[in-house]
């Protein structure tokens, strides 16, 4: 029952009462009237007992139904409260809408959005929400209102009427009827932060799944992983049957420069020739630092005679940038092993120890010079 209809039956009832009053009183002047002519004193005496037993019964039975009324009207308020109590305590905000207006919000759904509860009530839910995302959530509540689906669960964003953009969660349910119109239940939650934490530690996990595979000096791959794609060019090479070839590659007197010039001066030649290796790659090649001054290049689709006329181009554009550390021009070259899959080897063992036996001839050669295995 609601407080609508409990007050309805309390005006019903007095109304009963002072109706019964007005028809006793009808009845007692009757019979007063029609006693002096046709009744005796006895008779009009009874009558009149008669009448008022069943006024006062009926009075009783009146009086008591009002008072339990009034117990109901009691309970409701009292359920009322407690129920306003527990949606004012919530943790997210609740609101009812009735065509696209607000009938009812919580505190929370207020300080959410930085209004009052009473400006609230004057505003179209759609006032709220930004206008890119202002179509999502019509469709979503009409989709509610026609019972498409049983529940509702979007995200959009709105503003604050400080003017801060915030990010929203809006959950809901099929429109139920309240006063024979359609309503929407809604609860929402100010997800920003959340997005933002995700947002982080998104970021986070791309840097350290970067950090995990790429050399933090040159932003060259790394050793782990050369070992764990070589092993998958090999398989497709082999699958698809074209060669892959590879360069294997080691700066000379490197350990000179750091002592004579400093581990600073030693990085700068690490970072110059990693720019060597990604300017003469291609975006399917796979440039990696193999460790200390060893740098590895693995080439798809590649012939061995192709591997050669590109580790010679390097080692050309090496020694054509010597390095200026201060006032000093450090010039810097390096050795080239070329090794191919299948001719050199088979596996990724063979195929790197085919490529490093080639560098070591390059470099008892001389070094500053290529050799194919």
């Known amino acids: 029952m609601t407080d609508q209809d409990s007050q309805e039956n309390e ?5 009963e009462i002072v109706r019964l009053n007005k028809v006793v009183e009808a009845l007692m002047n009757r019979v007063e009237r029609s006693s002096s002519i046709h009744s005796s004193d006895f008779n009009q005496f009874q009558t009149t007992i008669m009448l008022e037993n069943l006024v006062r019964e009926r009075t009783e039975a009146l009086e008591a139904a009002l008072s339990e009324n009034e117990k109901i009207n009691r309970a409701l308020h009292e359920a009322e409260e407690k129920f306003h109590r527990v949606l004012d305590q919530s943790l997210v905000g609740i609101a009812m809408i009735i ?7 919580n505190h929370k759904f207020a300080d959410i959005f930085a209004y009052d509860v009473e400006r609230l009530l004057a505003i179209n839910i759609i006032e709220l929400i930004s206008e890119v995302d202002q179509p999502k959530l019509m469709e979503a509540m009409r989709g509610a209102l026609n019972k498409e ?13 400080t003017g801060e953009v915030i990010a929203v969660e809006i959950s809901g349910s099929a429109a139920i009827e309240i006063n024979g119109k359609p309503a929407l239940i809604a609860v929402m939650a100010d997800i920003t932060e959340r997005l933002r ?19 933090p000096l040159t932003g060259l791959y790394n050793r782990l992983f050369l070992n764990e794609s070589l092993d998958r060019e090999l398989l ?4 698809q049957g074209y060669p892959v070839s590879v360069i294997m590659t080691d700066l000379d007197h490197f350990k000179a420069i750091n002592d004579r010039y400093g581990h600073q001066a030693g990085d700068k030649v690490l970072k110059a020739f990693a720019d060597i290796m990604r300017r003469h790659s291609r975006a399917s090649d796979i440039d990696c630092r193999y460790g200390g001054e060893e740098f590895f290049l693995v080439l798809p689709d590649t012939s061995q005679e192709t591997a050669h006329q590109r580790a010679e181009q390097m080692r050309l554009s090496l020694i054509a940038q010597p390095l200026v550390i201060g006032e000093s021009i450090i010039p810097v070259s390096a050795s080239f092993g070329v090794a191919a899959y299948p001719a050199s080897g088979l596996s990724c063992a063979e195929l790197i120890g085919a490529a490093d036996k080639a560098l070591y001839a390059a470099k008892d050669a001389g070094r500053n010079r290529v050799i194919s295995a």
């Open 11 to 15: 005006h019903n009832l007095r109304a």
């Open 99 to 105: 065509e696209e207006r607000f009938h009812y919000v």
């Open 149 to 161: 689906f049983s529940q509702i669960n979007i995200t959009v964003n709105a503003q604050r009427r």
């Open 197 to 215: 934490s995700e947002r982080a530690v998104k970021v986070l996990h791309e840097q350290l799944q970067y950090q995990a595979i790429h050399d």
């Open 236 to 239: 497709l090479a082999d699958r």
